[in-house]
């Protein structure tokens, strides 16, 4: 029971996350007003929030590089993660949000990773 509580907690608790991300990503002015940001600097915040999150991830990167079979999921987040650090910034070059001036590393770098998870990414038949 304990397992399946879990289960639906992880499950609500990533669903809240996409939609927020797919929310700030899309209409970040819109939660700039509703959120109040607008009378103050809110940059610090966000990257403080952001700092939180890549802290999180690397963590859990290093975690699943230990016991790469045990920690499959980790492997595969890796590849998601890396995918959406690539299309994020292209998306805001996009829509003019930034110049590539400021994005190019980030996408290089993401770029390089994505394709090494996925070319190194564990199949089935290896020992």
Same mark, same amino acid.
């Given at each position: 029971?304990?397992?399946?509580?879990?289960?639906? @907690? %992880?499950?609500?608790?990533?669903? *809240?996350?996409?939609?927020?991300?797919? +929310? !700030?990503?899309? $209409?970040?002015?819109?939660?700039?007003?509703?959120?109040?940001?607008?009378?103050?600097?809110?940059?610090?915040?966000?990257? @403080? %929030?952001?700092?939180?999150?890549? *802290?999180?991830?690397?963590?859990?990167? +290093? !975690?699943?590089? $230990?016991?790469?079979?045990?920690?499959?999921?980790?492997?595969?987040?890796?590849?998601?993660?890396?995918?959406?650090?690539?299309?994020?910034?292209?998306?805001?070059?996009?829509?003019?949000?930034?110049?590539?001036?400021?994005?190019?590393?980030?996408?290089?770098?993401?770029?390089?990773?994505?394709?090494?998870?996925?070319?190194?990414?564990?199949?089935?038949?290896?020992?």
């Amino acid at each position: 029971m304990r397992n399946l509580n879990l289960k639906i @907690a %992880l499950i609500i608790y990533g669903a *809240i996350h996409i939609v927020y991300g797919i +929310i !700030m990503l899309v $209409l970040p002015d819109r939660i700039t007003e509703f959120s109040g940001f607008e009378a103050v600097v809110s940059a610090e915040y966000f990257l @403080a %929030l952001l700092g939180g999150a890549f *802290i999180a991830v690397g963590v859990w990167f +290093i !975690m699943t590089a $230990l016991n790469i079979v045990k920690n499959a999921a980790g492997v595969r987040f890796a590849v998601l993660w890396s995918a959406i650090m690539l299309v994020t910034p292209l998306f805001s070059l996009w829509l003019d949000y930034i110049d590539f001036g400021h994005i190019w590393f980030l996408v290089v770098i993401n770029a390089i990773f994505c394709g090494a998870f996925l070319l190194f990414y564990p199949r089935l038949t290896e020992d």
